[in-house]
C-alpha cells in the first residue's frame, strides 16, 4: 500500500512559478515511476509529467515541455513538479500517482496504481 501526499498549490499570476511536491509513505516508493496528472473544471484528467523509478528518464506533455521540470528524491520518498511561466490554461487540480509496475504507457492514467487526493493550482491572468 502507498500513500501520497501532495502540497505547494495556490493561486499566482500569468508567469510565477510554484513548487509541488508530492510524499509517499511505505517502503515502495525507489520501486514505483512517478507522474503528475491534472484535471481542469468540465475537462478530463490528464498526463502532465512522469520519471521512472531511478529518476534517470522524465517524460512530458507537450504543453509543458520547457516550462515543467519532474524530479524525485527517493532518500525522501518525495517528487516533486517545478511549474515555471505558468499561464491560465494550467489551472486545474493536481494530482500524483505511483506506477508500481512500470509497464512504460506513462500518459495513460490506468498505468498508475496509487493516486493522492490533489492540490489546486489555480492561475489568474
Known amino acids: 500500500q502507498v500513500q501520497l501526499v501532495e502540497s505547494g498549490g495556490g493561486l499566482v499570476q500569468a508567469g510565477d512559478s510554484l513548487r509541488l511536491s508530492c510524499t509517499a509513505s511505505g517502503r515502495t516508493f525507489s520501486r514505483a515511476a512517478m507522474g503528475w496528472f491534472r484535471q481542469a473544471p468540465g475537462k478530463k484528467r490528464e498526463f502532465v509529467a512522469a520519471?521512472?523509478?531511478?529518476?534517470?528518464?522524465?517524460y512530458y506533455v507537450d504543453s509543458v515541455k520547457g516550462r515543467f521540470t519532474i524530479s524525485r528524491d527517493n532518500a525522501k520518498n518525495t517528487v516533486t513538479l517545478q511549474m515555471n511561466s505558468l499561464k491560465p490554461g494550467d489551472t486545474a487540480v493536481y494530482y500524483c500517482a505511483a506506477d508500481l509496475i512500470s509497464l512504460g504507457s506513462w500518459e495513460s492514467e490506468f498505468e498508475y496504481d496509487y493516486w493522492g487526493q490533489g492540490t489546486q493550482v489555480t492561475v489568474s491572468s
Open positions: 520519471i521512472t523509478r531511478s529518476g534517470d528518464n522524465t
